[in-house]
């Protein structure tokens, strides 16, 4: 990987261990304001920041998307001047303490670099 790639590479990885250790402050703040998230449980799309947020932050109260265990997989970083694509596999598992399922999902994050950092601003994630 070149210092772009590797760099783009943190940025998904620092906001995977958010979502791993259930973190919505540390998870969110890879985010951008405008932000677009299509998933599997969702049959709409998720649009901006704040109601992405809300939703997240109430699946964990919940305990239905609480994370027990998470790993990416074969991970490809594209870079495109500012914009960037990183596409992965993978696995972890989620739901309420002691009824955690295994899951398996392919996901792609589009990048954007404002002021030297990179923020998320789409989200595509679909089952295995």
Not at 52 to 75: I, K, M, N
Request: hydrophobic share 40%.
């Amino acid at each position: 990987m070149n210092n772009q790639t590797e760099e783009v590479w943190k940025a998904v990885e620092g906001f995977n261990q958010a979502f791993a250790d259930n973190d919505p402050e540390r998870y969110f703040g890879f985010m951008a304001e405008e932000l677009s998230v299509l998933t599997p449980g969702n049959p709409y799309r998720v649009e901006g920041l704040a109601a992405d947020r809300a939703e997240f932050e109430f699946s964990l109260r919940a305990g239905y998307s609480r994370v027990e265990f998470f790993q990416a997989l074969q991970p490809s970083v594209q870079v495109f001047g500012d914009t960037a694509v990183v596409s992965y596999f993978s696995r972890g598992r989620y739901g309420p303490a002691g009824q955690a399922r295994l899951a398996y999902y392919k996901e792609t994050d589009v990048l954007v670099r404002r002021e030297g950092a990179w923020k998320i601003v789409h989200i595509h994630v679909s089952a295995g």
